[in-house]
């Protein structure tokens, strides 16, 4: 077998020359094996040891063998004493959990401190497989199928194409010694009962089983990489970016196999789950406009001729403004306030105001708009619903929700970004103004 693992990591290229390493080292058969693998390797590594006070004087045994290993080949060992019980509660968290967490971050912080290169832990073919199953058992996509990967930033995992049964093997070939954790051998944890029930009689199907189990695996990995790939070259031909939406047309997903699959790892990001990609999938067989799916922080919703993604709005509380007030601020950004006499030039930009300050009533209110408002657009002689005039100038739902109308008495002035009132405009009768501009 070590020729076989220096075969695979010189391959794979998982270690640096002249850099050392942190071993996470549980005492245990795979740890060991490992141990000796890359000691007798020759690469450059420390020991790191987590007694989490779970096995009372077992777990004491574990710590002081690895410190013994270690002593006995000349390698640092890090110990750290963990209670785990006490974390598992004060964090809500299961015991599994809580040992996991405290392990990884004790993990980190030495590496760091060391400034190792990487930490290397001893999960090796048995574990991939009993992670594969437990994943699907959660349900799980086709990344659940990936398993575990050999390398994910700073961890390493070496083992991976190697059984629990050629280390077993390697290590009574070397005459190395390990210390057995009992509560391996108990059904009480789901990994535990996997491995000792559900796997062997999985595997007793077939004699070939187990081989075909993880070659299959291996295509479902690249068939997911193939789509992943294409995946990213659909969403760069069709998700486009307009006003701070994400856009996609019906056209675009309508009638493409797997659009549950697309929309699923387009809105994944953004806190959406499968279930909801599949009822947003089905939805697209007959558009309701305005239905909206919502995750945390994000919404889709059905429009006319597209979905849209965009954040879920914070709520504006409104903004009263004083005469004499200079500036106020928007999410969309910052709007200064001049006051003067007869302008010399009018300003027709629509996310600028100048105003008649004669016709006004302050102090004035800016708030979000209103179902049943109602204003008077610059250039008409009388009063239109603002809701129809938003869908007279094709304003997004989304887009709606973040409108904010500037209100003098109980009047609307202006309609933020898009339109004063044309009782409030500047005219040769004009003696001073007031003029509101985004910066």
């Known amino acids: 077998m070590y020729n076989a693992f220096i075969s695979h990591i010189q391959q794979r290229n998982l270690f640096e020359p002249d850099k050392r390493y942190l071993l996470a080292c549980s005492g245990g058969l795979d740890s060991m094996a490992l141990a000796h693998l890359l000691h007798t390797a020759g690469i450059p590594i420390e020991l790191a040891h987590v007694n989490f006070g779970l096995r009372d004087s077992e777990s004491d045994g574990d710590e002081e063998f690895v410190k013994k290993w270690g002593e006995l080949h000349g390698l640092p060992v890090h110990v750290h004493r963990a209670k785990t019980k006490d974390w598992a509660e004060k964090n809500g968290i299961s015991t599994q959990m809580a040992a996991r967490e405290i392990r990884y971050q004790f993990f980190e912080k030495i590496r760091s401190k060391h400034n190792l290169a990487g930490i290397v832990v001893a999960h090796q073919e048995d574990d991939q497989l009993e992670t594969i199953f437990l994943n699907l058992a959660r349900g799980t996509g086709i990344e659940g199928i990936y398993g575990m990967s050999e390398r994910r930033g700073e961890l390493i995992r070496p083992l991976l194409p190697f059984s629990r049964a050629q280390l077993a093997s390697y290590a009574d070939e070397v005459q190395l010694t390990w210390r057995e954790d009992r509560s ?207 869908i007279d100038n094709k304003v997004p739902l989304p887009l709606k929700k973040e409108v904010k109308v500037l209100v003098s008495g109980n009047k609307i002035v202006w309609v933020v970004g898009m339109r004063i009132a044309d009782w409030a405009k500047v005219s040769p009768a004009t003696q001073k103004y007031m003029h509101i501009q985004k910066r």
């Not at 928007?330 to 008649?356: F, M, S």
């Not at 049943?372 to 610059?378: A, H, K």
């Open 184 to 390: 391996n051998a108990s059904t009480d944890y789901k990994r535990n009962k996997l491995r000792h029930q559900g796997l062997p009689a999985l595997y007793s199907l077939e004699p070939d089983t187990r081989q075909n189990l993880l070659q299959s695996f291996a295509r479902l990995k690249d068939t997911g990489k193939a789509f992943s790939g294409l995946f990213d070259l659909w969403k760069a031909a069709h998700v486009r970016e307009v006003q701070g939406m994400w856009v996609l047309s019906y056209q675009a997903i309508q009638n493409m196999q797997g659009a549950a699959s697309l929309i699923y790892y387009w809105l994944r990001p953004y806190g959406f789950n499968s279930d909801q990609a599949h009822a947003l999938a089905e939805s697209l067989k007959e558009i309701k406009s305005g239905t909206i799916f919502r995750s945390a922080t994000f919404e889709v919703c059905l429009d006319r001729e597209e979905l849209l993604l965009y954040p879920i709005a914070t709520p504006f509380s409104g903004i009263e403004l004083p005469f004499g007030a200079s500036a106020f601020e928007l999410p969309d950004g910052r709007h200064e306030i001049t006051y003067g006499a007869k302008p010399e030039l009018i300003d027709r930009n629509p996310e600028h105001a100048l105003l008649d300050l004669d016709c006004l009533e302050f102090p004035l209110l800016l708030r979000s708009w209103q179902e049943g408002d109602r204003f008077n657009p610059l250039g008409m002689s009388s009063e239109k619903k603002l809701s129809d005039f938003l």
